[in-house]
């Protein structure tokens, strides 16, 4: 199963890292450790997409290898090894009402 950091986009910061089958999915599950109990519903963009220039919630999704790890989200170090990974999908929150 693929690996993934996501970075959020309003704060830049690594949110988590974890396995998923896609993108969405892997939002969703930090997501749910996050704030459980909160519904959301995601929509996958491609890597050079525009859907986060004007703003709005959602993250930078990066593929990591098997056993990539984050302990520290907001150490600019940490950030850097997320980023130096390819983006493979920036993922928006569909209802702004519901994001964190």
Known sequence: M??????DHNSGYVWGV???ANPAEACGL???EVDPGNI???????????A????GNGYYVHGVPNGFDVTDGQ????INAVE???LVAQV???DESQAL
Do not use: V
């Open 2 to 7: 693929p690996r993934y950091a996501i970075i």
């Open 18 to 20: 974890t396995d998923a």
């Open 30 to 32: 930090i997501d749910d």
């Open 40 to 50: 959301r519903s995601y929509d996958t963009h491609g890597p050079n997409s525009a």
């Open 52 to 55: 986060l220039r004007g703003g």
């Open 75 to 78: 150490d600019p170090a940490q």
């Open 84 to 86: 130096r990974h390819k």
């Open 92 to 94: 928006t929150i569909n």
